[in-house]
């Protein structure tokens, strides 16, 4: 790990790195984003988004919290997706879990955890959803690793019940969802392939926001 005072001479080489193979890099990176994809993921230090994805500076957008949850009444990954959607414009958006993940296993413990209950609820819910599916596996870190993979399909599900999702998707055909997990031992992202065409088709027997508000008369 770099000491606080290598971060900055490493940002110096980095920076000089840049310039040598493209002079003009940080001007072009100045002046606007367009990135196609925005991701959530976990706030784990271990799985860097760009990196994983062998992304530049201007490809992603990029939201992290702990367990990589997308909560309708948090303001905070509320907004991001809202901007990414109605305002850059993005292609992909990518819920990224990860095996191993801190988050998840929390929530799977009978503890009191503090201002952690709330958000971890979110993942209790998950599991209340797929309680068959989760214990009929009877090792625990097999378990763990679903609930990790379920936890990323249900995050999805709630990005597709966004209305700025549906109705952009109407209008373009994109953006599209998809779900992944970042399999922290081998290095490797595996693309859950949930069916994004059809999960919309579902949920829209609910969740349908594609119309538009009418003044009652
Ligand atoms: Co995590």
Redesign the pocket.
């Known amino acids: 790990m770099p000491s606080y005072e290598e971060v900055f001479r490493n940002n110096q080489e980095w920076l000089s790195k840049k310039k040598e193979t493209d002079p003009d890099f940080f001007e072009k990176l100045a002046a606007d984003q367009r990135p196609e994809y925005l991701y959530i993921g976990?706030?784990?230090s271990r799985?860097t988004a760009e990196e994983i994805m062998g992304a530049k500076p201007g490809d992603v957008f990029i939201h992290r919290n702990?367990?990589?949850l997308v909560n309708a009444i948090d303001l905070n990954v509320m907004a991001v997706i809202n901007y990414a959607v109605r305002h850059l414009d993005v292609k992909h958006i990518i819920v990224c879990?990860?095996y191993?993940?801190?988050?998840?296993k929390a929530a799977m413990q009978p503890k009191d955890l503090g201002i952690l209950n709330p958000w971890l609820r979110n993942i209790r819910d998950v599991y209340r959803l797929h309680m068959d599916e989760l214990n009929a596996i009877k090792d625990e870190h097999e378990r763990y690793n679903r609930l990790v993979e379920l936890n990323v399909q249900e995050q999805c599900i709630n990005v597709i019940k966004l209305a700025s999702v549906q109705q952009a998707y109407i209008r373009n055909k994109y953006p599209i969802v998809h779900g992944w997990v970042f399999d922290i031992k081998s290095g490797k992202i595996i693309d859950l392939n949930l069916d994004f065409k059809s999960i919309l088709k579902d949920i829209q027997q609910i969740y349908d926001l594609t119309g538009t508000i009418t003044e009652s008369k």
């Open positions: 976990c706030s784990d799985v702990i367990a990589n879990g990860h191993n993940c801190g988050g998840v």
